[in-house]
């Protein structure tokens, strides 16, 4: 299993950014899909999951700003950040459980600043 996540960048406060994590080496519709973040300093915690029913949660920070989507025909899993703020400045990896185990992509680093 490997999960490549892509997208981030630079963004000024109240900007948007989408992410995307293409994946690979499984049967992606059947497995739910997260994304992590992980801020300097932080513990990495969970921002959003979708299940492969396509039911979505998200961490309170980010309802309303942030939607998890995925293509089960592309293998793609997507993230769509708006009115970023500085705060969620962090390093965002996919992760799957695949299987009984757990898969994370290599990161990919927003960063919000003006």
């Known amino acids: 299993v490997q999960l490549q996540a892509s997208g981030g960048g630079h963004v000024q406060p109240g900007g948007s950014l989408r992410l995307s994590c293409a994946a690979s080496?499984?049967?992606?519709?059947?497995?739910?899909m997260d994304w992590y973040r992980q801020a300097p300093g932080k513990e990495r915690e969970l921002v959003a999951s979708?299940?492969?029913?396509?039911?979505?949660n998200y961490a309170d920070s980010v309802k309303g700003r942030f939607f998890i989507s995925r293509d089960n025909v592309q293998r793609t899993l997507y993230l769509q950040m708006n009115s970023l703020n500085t705060e969620d400045t962090a390093v965002y990896y996919c992760?799957?459980?695949?299987?009984?185990?757990?898969?994370w992509g290599r990161g990919t680093q927003v960063t919000v600043s003006s």
């Open positions: 080496g499984m049967n992606f519709k059947i497995a739910g």
């Open positions: 992760k799957t459980q695949y299987w009984g185990n757990d898969y």
């Open positions: 979708i299940s492969t029913g396509g039911s979505t």
